[in-house]
């Protein structure tokens, strides 16, 4: 068995969304090719179109890993110490922290648009906002309407676009990001 058709038998789904993630954060997705990443990878770009219908689907798999992660840090907020407050004030901060430490990811999960690709209509993007939503619900005792956490969350998205681009991370934006965030916790609290 050559080292090519051995390598294609162990490729992994995993192999292929760590290889794409690194050319995705590269490049803009238009000039990503599946060629490209087969390439890296020592394989056929058939071998990757045996896990991956095309490049969307592959971008598809890539962003999901995106949302999953910042589900997972959102999710452990309400698991740290603390009052309700403090807890929702850590979930937005975090939610702001993702957005300016991963700016081309928060790119590609909520601002990337084409006429191939639309990830806020992707179940990974609808289930994050589903998850936000229990999360900030479950903090204040089910007594907040749901269009109400939906305007917090696209507050923290303008908040993130915003910035993204003119800071190179969090540290740069936290003081402004500290004094969005309480502001934000005020109108939360009026309910």
Do not use: W
């Amino acid at each position: 068995m050559t080292a090519r058709k051995k390598l294609e038998n162990e490729l992994t789904k995993e192999m292929i969304i760590h290889e794409a993630h690194r050319h995705f954060i590269a490049h803009d997705y238009s000039k990503v090719s599946m060629r490209e990443i087969a390439k890296e990878l020592g394989c056929t770009h058939g071998a990757i179109y045996y896990h991956f219908k095309n490049k969307a689907d592959l971008f598809y798999a890539v962003v999901e890993h995106y949302f999953n992660e910042l589900n997972l840090i959102l999710s452990e907020c309400v698991f740290q110490e603390g009052n309700p407050t403090e807890k929702a004030r850590n979930v937005l901060i975090e939610f702001i922290k993702f957005g300016l430490d991963h700016q081309s990811q928060y790119n590609y999960m909520f601002m990337k648009q084409d006429e191939e690709i639309d990830p806020l209509r992707q179940n990974a993007s609808i289930e994050s906002l589903h998850q936000f939503t229990k999360t900030i619900q479950k903090l204040y005792n089910e007594q907040l309407p749901n269009e109400e956490i939906f305007y917090i969350f696209v507050s923290m998205h303008g908040f993130v676009s915003h910035y993204a681009g003119r800071v190179e991370n969090f540290e740069e934006a936290r003081e402004a990001a500290e004094r969005f965030t309480q502001y934000l916790i005020r109108a939360l609290e009026k309910y």
